[in-house]
């Protein structure tokens, strides 16, 4: 059973254009929701979290929107480039038990066309 | 440099023959943990470990065992593998608890059985 739920599977984009991805979840006891960003043959490298305290997060052109009421959060990513080709996960854990335990999505392929 | 590293990277065995996924990583992380990345299924757990000889199962469990005997080693083993294992596998490590909870992978390992 699939605890974060992603989509879209696959997503193309034309540079400059803004890519959305979007996550749902059910557990409320989650309270620390990363994003991941693998390239090919490497391994997930984390590239923006978020805490459901707040209900945006911005590192550059990266955006994380969280609602909490509504259990989605989505990571925008503005002025998409080439180089942000990849696949894109997102997670959740429950922080404070010791265990940093990571549920992850089923991960979007984001292809930055030129 | 900090990182995990995995070996081998790649490796083709056939269904019955024992084989082992060595983890290591330099950062003095106290937790450690194994997932297994199919396509349409995302990252999912396999084992984890919150220090040394403390080890717990994740999501997807069966047919793996781990060891933690010492705090920068954490393999994965196989006693008798099957077709339905193979997958690409990642090994990742991090701090325990508080609020950060970034957790670095390897590079990957990718597993073929026969």
């Known amino acids: 059973q699939q605890q974060v739920k992603q989509s879209p599977q696959s997503l193309i984009v034309q540079k400059g254009g803004i890519s959305i991805i979007n996550c749902a979840y059910e557990?409320?006891?989650?309270?620390?929701f990363p994003w991941y960003q693998q390239f090919p043959g490497k391994g997930p490298a984390l590239l923006i979290a978020?805490?459901?305290?707040?209900s945006e997060k911005k590192e550059g052109r990266f955006t994380i929107s969280f609602n909490k009421s509504a259990k989605q959060f989505s990571l925008h990513i503005m002025d998409s480039q080439p180089g942000d080709s990849a696949t894109y996960f997102c997670a959740a854990s429950i922080s404070g038990t010791g265990a940093n335990n990571l549920f992850f999505g089923t991960g979007t392929r984001l292809t930055v066309i030129p | 440099e900090a990182q995990v590293t995995q070996n081998p990277r790649y490796l083709i065995t056939v269904t019955g023959k024992k084989l082992t996924v060595t983890c290591s990583q330099n950062m003095n992380h106290e937790y450690m943990s194994w997932y297994r990345q199919d396509p349409g299924l995302g990252l999912r757990q396999i084992y984890y470990s919150m220090n040394v000889e403390v080890t717990d199962k994740g999501d997807v469990p069966e047919g793996y065992k781990v060891s933690r005997k010492e705090k920068r080693n954490f393999p994965l083993i196989l006693e008798s593998p099957s077709p339905n294992q193979t997958s690409l596998y990642f090994c990742?490590?991090?701090?325990?608890?508080?609020?950060?909870?970034?957790?670095?992978f390897g590079p990957g390992t990718r597993l073929t059985v026969t």
């Open positions: 978020i805490r459901p305290d707040v």
């Open positions: 557990n409320t006891a989650f309270d620390y």
């Open positions: 990742a490590s991090s701090l325990a608890g508080g609020l950060r909870v970034e957790q670095y």
